[in-house]
């Protein structure tokens, strides 16, 4: 009898250890919301551990853990909590940039963006500067002015720009073949 007391005890700890981290890893996730004060796009991330351990079994708390109007404006009343509430999934900056990219075509190749891998090959931005950067570069807050003015550029393309940009000894353009000493040939 006391094996399946502490049996059933240890399985229950797994099951609220295992939603607690599930569900903090939901709320690590950068988000853009606009600021009640100024109108302005802010950055915030959420407090993760106490949404995520004031949400078992309920609607968790939220409460920021940083923003980028911060520390100027740290003592704010944390009004913007109320758009994560209503719309947690639609302020996340991944799923922002998803839908940006989504049906759009890589501005170097020509290629249809697909399903992103957001870990291994994060696809970029081509600024207004013509250099390609990638979004994590980007202040959360600058996010909507930037991709007004930026192209879409696949991980690909990307990487090969800054092979190129930061190692010119190491590539050769072929789409330019006076680029590679071969005038008049």
Request: with cysteine; glycine share 8%.
């Amino acid at each position: 009898m006391p094996v399946l007391v502490v049996s059933l005890g240890v399985a229950l700890l797994v099951v609220v250890l295992g939603r607690v981290v599930y569900r903090w890893t939901v709320f690590r996730a950068k988000r853009l919301v606009t600021c009640p004060e100024n109108q302005r796009p802010a950055g915030v991330n959420l407090d993760a551990g106490h949404a995520a351990w004031t949400g078992l079994g309920k609607s968790p708390h939220f409460r920021l853990a940083s923003c980028t109007r911060w520390p100027e404006r740290a003592g704010c009343g944390q009004q913007c909590l109320s758009q994560i509430e209503a719309a947690p999934q639609d302020c996340e900056v991944r799923r922002i940039l998803a839908r940006w990219y989504q049906g759009k075509k890589c501005v170097s190749c020509g290629l249809p963006f697909g399903e992103i891998l957001w870990e291994y090959q994060k696809p970029a931005l081509l600024n207004a500067d013509k250099r390609t950067v990638e979004w994590g570069q980007i202040p959360v807050d600058q996010l909507p002015e930037v991709l007004e003015q930026s192209a879409p550029i696949c991980f690909t393309c990307h990487m090969a720009s800054t092979l190129a940009r930061e190692h010119p000894d190491l590539t050769v353009d072929r789409s330019r073949p006076w680029a590679a000493g071969r005038q008049g040939t």
